[in-house]
């Protein structure tokens, strides 16, 4: 059986591997190949600091909350096995900030010793009334879509270097089922007017006196467009960027100076910091994930299409929850078309 | 009488920050800095710098306490300013884990750092063989950018330092009318203080940009401490040991014992080993003494003999010192008056 993942940015190749993963020792029939016309370092998933954190508010959305603390758990249990260095994995500790106290978020018991900054930590942040400490994690793509990519060629999956213009095309070539992780270009295989971009534009520097991640919030402006600084592995991320609507990829002068003026108020050591590059991406916006199974008829050919799209800013917080949901519903495949050995896959 | 003239004996954290203070408090006064090794070479450069007190017994808690908290203050007000990155300040967070639950679960410092409370079930999780912690903010210096910072500000007041040993303090009187004595570890020579002793320790300083957080376990022997950008891993306790050659065995047992807090360091590269002998004493001497010969005087402050606890509390001493300096000034003016009656 053919298993096709169109896109190969977080969504795309951990979808992958968590199919490959749980189906390739009982299906010895299953091929899963990538089919991408971007790969890391060129994908939006690149641009993403990295930082694992939901949104403020789940929106009563319980299934992405469920999805998020999938994720955040397996993370953390392989935050001790040697592997996490290669997968760029780390904790990190750091600040979330208001200019009013607003409700705790969904994800407060996720995350490691969330509690409220006192008010000593607050003089830190002029401007800013309350806020929140925790230590989360960190997941670099620009290590991470490696890491998986290595994962996926030993476990024999093959890559191709292309634009699907289609999911006929690929359904057609003999794919039984097509795995959609096209992120911000979904519309193209299929019109979604929900998915919108949200685009962000993030400074790089070097700052390596910043340890801790710090957010702020502007909570009538929506998340994102407000400054914050998330320190990495190598460079530190400037950002505060979210331009709904806006699909224009190059970077603009203007977020810059908002960028570099607001960050470098939030933190006066950053006047110092050395600029290193720029990026622009956009963020898959949709008002919830569309994760679900659809059955695509062409003439007399029918397709199993598993939709794994619209994560918004927040793909790196939940996309092994989602790559799990996709499994099953591969599973369900499967059991239909009754190749698995086993009643169960194995979870 | 003319303005008085202060030598500082040492150019370690300690020697360097009384110098700026008593700057900054006796604004008349001549400050130089003498010191046999500056930095990089002096004991601080090799310290992690963090601003976790160490207790010393002969010292009241308050004072222990007041010393931190003015450090920390000071410390805190140039993290926070567009001076952090050259200074070698900077907040970080972790956690101090115990094997055993610890008779103290409150340290004397627990509110001068920020955001200290007990560790949650979740986090200690991560410790498999601890049972107990804390979590908290505190600073770190980056201790060769925060001396050669320091050396900065003293220059731009004016002060002249010398690559100088001095061998006995009294060849200093006939230069300079107060002596600060921030020899550190030399100073058991230079003053033949015999109840400063050396505590040896051994410090890894590891390429790992990812360990953002420190760790330290509550017996002070095993830490990680994140910097700038090296990871300083430690370390060890060697009373009365003099040696400053690394010891191949000890560098792998400090990385096994910091693995086992931290395994991604297995992946930590470009190993630097060092050495230092923190100067140990039952208390810090902060103390006027005055040295006589024949019909002559020389006013000595010793400020020495730190320990463990040096970018801990200098800022603390520092500032007791320069007021000690203060006290000499008027005296040497009482003197200076009572020569004129």
Known sequence: MRVAVIGAGVIGLSTALCIHEQYHSLVPSLDVEVYADRYSPHTASDGAAGLWQPYLSDHGNLQETLWNKETFDYLLGHLGSPAAKEMGLFLISGYNLFTQPVPDPSWKNIVLGFRNLTPKELEL??????????????????????????????????????????????????????????????????????????????????????????????????????????????????????QHGNWNEENSAQDHKTIWENCCRLLPALQKAKIIEEWSGLRPARPCVRLERETIRHGHLQAEVIHNYGHGGFGITIHWGCAMAVARLVGSILQEKKLARSPQPRL | MAAPKVAVVGAGVIGLSTALCITETCPSCSVTVLADQFSPNTTSDVAAGMLIPHTYPGTPIHVQKQWFKETFTYLFAISNSAEASEAGIHLVSGWQVFKNTPKEELPFWSDVVLGFRPMSEAELQKFPQHQFGQAFTTLKCDCPSYLLWLEKRLKATGVQMYTRRVADLWDLRSEYNIVVNCAGIGARQLVGDENLFPVRGQVLKVHAPWVKNFIRDGDGLTYVYPGLPRVTLGGTREKDVWSLSPDPDTTQDIFDRCCSLEPSLQEAQDIKVKVGLRPSRQCVRLQKEVFSQGGLKLLVVHNYGHGAGGFSVHRGTAKEAARLVRECIATLHGSSLRAKL
Request: a positive charge; proline letters at 7%; one cysteine or more.
């Open chain 1, 125 to 242: 942040f002029p401007g800013y009334s309350y806020g929140w400490f925790n230590t989360a994690l960190m997941l670099e793509c620009r290590t991470y879509l490696p890491w998986l990519t290595n994962k996926l060629t030993q476990g024999g999956v093959k890559f191709f270097h292309k634009k699907v213009e289609s999911f006929q095309e690929v359904s057609s070539a003999g794919v039984d089922v097509v795995i959609n992780c096209t992120g911000m270009r979904a519309g193209e295989l299929q019109p979604d007017p929900e998915l919108q971009p949200g685009r962000g534009q993030v400074i790089r520097v070097l700052a390596p006196w910043v340890k801790h991640f710090i957010i702020t919030h502007d909570v009538k402006s929506g998340i994102y467009k407000s400054p914050y600084v998330i320190p990495g592995s190598e460079f530190t991320v400037l950002g505060g960027i979210y």
